[in-house]
C-alpha cells in the first residue's frame, strides 16, 4: 500500500481525472498540466499501490481504488 509520505498533489489531479473515465498519459499531460515524466512518475507508484491499474496495453490507466477520503487527510 502506498505510504502518507508517497502521495504528492499531482496524484490528487490524476485521481480527479481518472475518476471520470479510462484515460492515456497524453491526456492527462494536457488535463493537469503537469509535463509527462511526473505523470510517469506517479502513475507507476499509484499502479504500485494498487489504486489504478494500467487498463490496456496502448497505455490506458482507470481509477480502481477510490480511496479519496482517505488521501484527503495526508494531501
Not at 498533489?9 to 509535463?35: C, F, H, M, Y
Request: glycine share 6%; proline share 3%.
Amino acid at each position: 500500500m502506498i505510504e502518507a509520505d508517497e502521495l504528492i498533489e499531482s496524484d490528487r489531479e490524476i485521481r480527479d481525472k481518472l475518476q471520470n473515465g479510462r484515460w492515456t498519459p497524453a491526456v492527462l499531460v494536457e488535463w493537469t498540466g503537469l509535463s509527462k515524466q511526473p505523470i510517469h512518475n506517479r502513475l507507476n507508484v499509484l499502479v504500485a499501490a494498487g489504486h489504478v491499474e494500467n487498463a490496456h496495453e496502448s497505455g490506458l490507466y482507470e481509477l480502481v481504488d477510490d480511496s479519496r477520503d482517505d488521501w484527503a487527510t495526508v494531501l
